[in-house]
């Protein structure tokens, strides 16, 4: 079974860099999925922020691309996400989340259970 | 970016009733389209992809099709568990872009 846990600060200064780790067991991450990262803010819809190949090839939400990193950890079978120069809409609840090949596409089949990431001063 | 835009934003039904949701891309994403399900304070949750795969474990009420730029989730008998916002999401090119939900209520 695969599981994903997200950990990081839960406040984060405007300005400031968030920074979450995503924690992947029962999977390897140098397996033929991307691993990417999911944000909602309090009570609106679903923003895909990027992934990450075990490549290190990645892609990235052109309305964040200036300020993310999505960065991959294999010995320690995480990866990890930054976003630099935050504002308070950042506030969100992030995911990460396994896109998996399924028949012809890609799906997020595994989801972590999500770390509220508050920016206030 | 390809824009996904569902209708209706929410509806309200009842128990037992069939129930269409709509997702239209705003360009042809072939077959690259995926439902998730959202209960209130958990996990989006997989339930249709590839346009009209079913994922393991979801029951055969949810079905799904559509291709190119207009997509269909539907639910065949409305049941309790089922009361929650759906998001379709185009897997057909980066950023892979959700639609803003359709919540479905209580009537």
């Known amino acids: 079974q695969v599981q994903l846990q997200e950990s990081g600060p839960g406040l984060v200064k405007p300005s400031g860099t968030l920074s979450l780790t995503c924690a992947v067991s029962g999977d390897s991450i140098s397996s033929s999925d991307w691993w990417g990262w999911v944000r909602q803010p309090p009570g609106k819809g679903l923003e895909w922020i990027g992934e990450?190949?075990?490549?290190?090839?990645?892609n990235y939400n052109p309305s964040l691309q200036s300020r993310v990193t999505i960065s991959l950890d294999k010995s320690k079978t995480q990866f990890s996400l930054r976003l630099s120069s935050v504002t308070a809409a950042d506030t969100a609840l992030y995911y990460c989340?396994?896109?998996?090949?399924?028949?012809?596409?890609?799906?997020?089949?595994?989801w972590g259970q999500g770390t509220l990431v508050t920016v206030s001063s | 970016d390809i824009q996904m835009t569902q209708s209706p934003s929410s509806l309200s039904a009842s128990v037992g009733d069939r129930v269409t949701i709509t997702c239209r891309a705003s360009?042809?994403?072939?077959?690259?389209l995926n439902w998730y399900q959202q209960k209130p304070g958990k996990v989006p949750k997989l339930l249709i992809y590839a346009a009209s795969s079913l994922q393991s474990g979801v029951p055969s009420r949810f079905s799904g099709s559509g291709s190119g730029t207009d997509f269909t989730l539907t639910i065949s008998s409305l049941q309790p568990e089922d009361f929650a916002t759906y998001y379709c999401?185009?897997?057909?090119?980066?950023?892979?872009?959700f639609g803003q939900g359709t919540k479905v209520e209580i009537k």
């Open positions: 990450i190949y075990h490549s290190g090839s990645t």
């Open positions: 989340a396994r896109a998996h090949f399924s028949v012809s596409t890609w799906c997020f089949d595994y």
């Open positions: 360009q042809s994403i072939s077959s690259d």
């Open positions: 999401q185009q897997s057909y090119s980066t950023p892979r872009t």
